[in-house]
């Protein structure tokens, strides 16, 4: 267990609708990551934040947008979605720069119907 | 902007035989050098990292080799196992708010 807690495990919704990605990072870590994992790719960075703040952005789509809030924890909001959207969506965290060991949560499996 | 090239994309070795997997990259500033296994469906997990102020590291039986000069990084596996078998994905960080990552090697281990 990698202290990172993702709900939900498994996600299945239809095209067009709207879905919230739960992240807990590990006691401790003020940086939290996500990304987005389809079918036999590899991991696309898709945003992170500190403390709060967002710091860095990848190839986050518009329709998704993210936040961290006071406790720490972040949600990544997936809207008007695509049978495309369908991955394994990751969040990660570390204490804070890049330069640290980042700790995936078990991911939350999003099904586009 | 930065880049990070891993090679292979697949990899087949026989049980019990070594396997070694690269990373090359772009950006001189990168001073920390992950490398991530990925069992099917799970979540990535660290399994060895280095930084850029030594040149080598071992774990048991997974190293990994930096060579700052020519921007490149290993990881070799020695006396391969069924549970090797997995995607291992190599990254470079610095200073700055996120990891570059590799595209992944998946490593397959015949009996």
């Known amino acids: 267990d990698s202290g990172v807690t993702q709900t939900p495990k498994h996600l299945i919704t239809a095209t067009g609708q709207r879905v919230t990605l739960r992240c807990s990072p590990r006691?401790?870590?003020?940086?939290v990551y996500w990304y987005q994992q389809s079918l036999d790719q590899g991991l696309q960075f898709l945003i992170q934040?500190?403390?709060?703040?967002?710091?860095a952005k990848g190839n986050i789509l518009e329709r998704f947008s993210a936040q961290q809030f006071p406790d720490l924890h972040s949600e990544l909001n997936l809207s008007s979605l695509e049978l495309g959207d369908s991955a394994l969506y990751f969040c990660?965290?570390?204490?804070?720069?890049?330069?640290?060991?980042?700790?995936f949560g078990a991911g939350t499996r999003l099904s586009v119907l | 902007g930065e880049n990070v090239e891993q090679h292979p994309s697949t990899l087949s070795v026989q049980e019990g035989d070594s396997a070694v997997i690269k990373c090359t990259y772009s950006?001189?500033?990168?001073?920390?050098f992950p490398w991530y296994k990925q069992e099917l469906g799970k979540r990535p997990q660290l399994i060895i990292d280095?930084?850029?102020n030594v040149g080598e590291k071992k774990d048991q039986r997974i190293a990994v080799t930096l060579n700052k000069t020519a921007k490149h990084f290993s990881l070799h596996i020695t006396e391969t196992q069924p549970e090797d078998s997995a995607v291992y994905f190599c990254?470079?960080?610095?200073?700055?708010?996120?990891?570059?990552w590799g595209a992944g090697t998946k490593l397959i281990i015949k009996p």
């Open positions: 280095i930084r850029s």
């Open positions: 990254a470079t960080g610095d200073s700055n708010y996120q990891l570059i």
């Open positions: 006691s401790g870590d003020l940086s």
């Open positions: 934040y500190y403390n709060g703040e967002e710091r």
């Open positions: 950006d001189s500033a990168s001073n920390y």
């Open positions: 990660a965290s570390s204490v804070d720069t890049a330069s640290d060991i980042q700790y």
